[in-house]
């Protein structure tokens, strides 16, 4: 059955649908404790019982992407749904999808195959489904747009009954106080905007995401108040093009920018990091920006996609802007903000690139020595216009890869480092299992050795050694031997992350696929250069936040052997909600030994009534 519109099956159902257990029903009876039991045991194998399933989240492309994620799997778990990071161990698999790049959406086509064979339910979501309503692979499944997530509990229910549903309408964009899943507790991804305004002659995504369509400021500002008041360490700004923000709705990003860091305490112990940002729009507000990014509590860092060092190949790109606006804005930055640290994205290959146009913009990564670039080939997009230019052969394209790349590594941006005191937010763990990751006021990755309490913490350390990617560093002074209840809210096991460049962090760890969505970052076969040690997955959900329900206190998990995530998400149901279970459970619990102390004097009296006879 395939539903045009997920109104067209739940219409007329009156309340929203789901497992509704009245309050009656758990003021059971002595007699019927028993009866009660197995019509509990009987939901629980029930496969259409909504909100007893297990979900299996996968989320390929940028930090936007990753933060729709966040919300759907908040939304799932408010409802009683499981999550688990193992795919086999899951009812239902949700594929959020990224459009950027061919290797990602091939990968997605991998899962969507994989998933099939093993006859699992499946919902697609994300900007390959907006942008491809068509495309043969999402025959038979059901689909998610992008700026409807916030149904994804009723698709999800009506994918597990059997329907295939294709949920595309655009209407109002998703509020932001939706229930959440973090993947790290001490991150929150805020998109402050869809859409953009540009029109990039390779960008599919602008097919997924439209225009640009902004959150006002108060929103955005009740938003960072709230994950403040969380325990949130760090709050990225995330965006199809963040300096594009407010030209909607008639405001700009400064406006947003100082209105969000009024909210953010005054000891800095929540840092705000704004997103990736094309030249055009913030070449007029240059120096407001600067004044934010000299903020205590702001990462001097910026992300600002160049793509090209030719500004023929960025007319053909449609970019909207020359080589020398973008230098114009790396100049400004470096000259006001002190430290400063910016990364770009380059194309290697763009249809019509000639030998001089990439030695151009082999001579602009070599003036700026930038610590972090993200080096791709160009790959052409079904229906986008670059599809339809003259190409440079595959050859070409993976040869000016592999020497632009060279150049890159051979700078050693670190080296002037080793032997100074900075300060460092730490926020995660690495992937070796060793270290925690720690980020400068310039974004600049720092790692450490030392126990899990300093989490969210900020911290002076001694840069001890430099390398290409990370520098390494040793604390000064005696570090916490218990974690600071404060600064850790919720205790779940913080999601590992890959030892990286800042802007990895950007970037989809399978697909490769940078924040810029607009700026095709690189998913090849050659690893980009700011890609690095991708040793283990980060599709795992540490904090959870929802609230229980009458539904979740009375029905239990099916399996037994549930994931790390799910045994996170039990933390902190059981934190909101183990009171209601414990004096329930007693209840019953007393109601079960009265009945046996019952039977048991009747069955002495039976006794003794039939012996004196």
């Keep these: 059955m395939e539903v045009g ?18 309050i009656n029903a758990v003021a059971v009876k002595p007699k019927r404790t028993s009866r009660a039991d197995r019509i509990r045991g009987e939901l629980l194998s029930n496969p259409l019982v909504p909100g007893t399933q297990t979900i299996y989240v996968k989320t390929f492309g940028c930090s936007h992407n990753q933060s729709d994620s966040e919300y759907m799997a908040g ?32 990968a997605m086509t991998t899962l969507i195959n994989k998933c099939k064979s093993v006859k699992k339910p499946l919902v697609v979501a994300g ?29 999800v229910e009506e994918t597990l009954k059997g329907h295939e549903v294709r949920l595309f309408s655009r209407r109002t964009l998703p509020s932001l106080d939706l229930p959440k899943v973090r993947k790290n507790r001490f991150i929150e991804i805020l998109p402050i905007n869809v859409g953009c305004l540009g029109a990039c002659t390779y960008c599919k995504t602008k097919h997924a995401r439209g225009h640009l369509g902004s959150y006002t400021v108060d929103s955005l500002v009740d938003r960072v108040r709230t994950v403040v008041s969380e325990g949130v360490k760090e709050i990225w700004l995330s965006s199809e093009d963040t300096g594009a923000y407010g030209r909607d709705i008639g405001t700009n990003l400064p406006n947003l920018l100082n209105a969000l860091i009024k909210e953010l305490p005054s000891d800095r112990s929540t840092m705000l990091r704004i ?46 802007y020359t080589v020398g606006d973008f230098r114009k804005v790396v100049d400004t930055l470096m000259e006001l903000v002190p430290g400063m640290q910016i990364a770009t994205d380059i194309i290697c290959g763009f249809p019509g690139e000639t030998e001089e146009d990439f030695a151009q913009t082999v001579s602009l990564i070599k003036d700026y020595q930038l610590a972090q670039v993200h080096i791709s080939q160009f790959y052409p997009r079904p229906g986008t216009p670059a599809a339809r230019m003259k190409k440079v052969p595959s050859v070409e ?14 700078f050693s941006p670190y080296q002037e480092m080793k032997g100074r005191i900075e300060k460092i937010w730490i926020t995660e763990i690495a992937t070796d299992g060793v270290h925690l990751v720690g980020h ?51 205790i779940s096991k913080i999601n590992t992350v890959k030892l990286s460049s800042p802007i990895d962090e950007l970037c989809n760890e399978d697909a490769s696929c940078c924040a810029d969505t607009c700026s095709s970052c690189a998913c090849s076969n050659e ?44 933390i902190v149901v ?40």
Aim: hydrophobic letters at 40%.
């Design 397 to 410: 394209v993976k040869k000016r890869s592999r020497e632009l790349t060279t150049v890159f590594e051979s």
């Design 527 to 570: 690893k980009s250069s700011s890609v690095r040690a991708k040793e283990s997955s980060n599709d795992r959900y540490g904090d959870v936040r929802f609230g229980s329900t009458i539904r979740s206190l009375f029905v239990r998990r099916r399996r037994s052997n549930k994931s790390s995530v799910e045994n996170n998400a039990k």
């Design 440 to 490: 400068t006021k310039g974004y600049i990755q720092v790692l450490i050795i030392a126990p899990e309490s300093v989490l969210g913490t900020l911290m002076d350390v001694k840069i001890t050694s430099v390398g290409r990617w990370s520098v390494f560093g040793e604390f000064l002074g005696e570090l916490p031997l218990q974690p600071n209840k404060e600064t850790t809210p919720n």
């Design 5 to 22: 519109d997920i109104e067209d099956v739940v219409a007329g159902l009156g309340a929203p649908p789901g497992l509704r257990l009245p």
């Design 75 to 106: 939304q799932l778990s408010a409802f009683g749904y499981s999550l688990t990071d193992e795919p086999d161990m899951a009812d239902l698999w949700l594929i959020n999808t990224c459009t950027v790049k061919s290797p990602s959406q091939s």
């Design 127 to 155: 900007c390959v489904p907006q942008g491809s309503k068509d495309l043969k692979e999402l025959d038979g499944v059901s689909v998610i747009g992008v700026q409807q997530i916030d149904r994804v509990v009723e698709v």
């Design 275 to 320: 997103g990736m940002t094309n030249p055009p729009y913030i070449l007029e507000h240059l120096k407001e920006i600067a004044d934010v990014l000299n903020h205590p509590s702001v990462y001097s860092f910026l992300h600002v996609p160049v793509q090209s060092g030719s500004d023929p190949v960025l007319t053909a790109m449609n970019r909207e």
């Design 574 to 613: 059981e934190k909101r909600g183990d009171d209601k279970l414990a004096y329930l459970d007693w209840f019953l619990f007393g109601i079960i030994f009265l009945g046996s102390v019952t039977m048991v004097a009747v069955l002495i009296k039976f006794s003794s009534v039939l012996f004196s006879s």
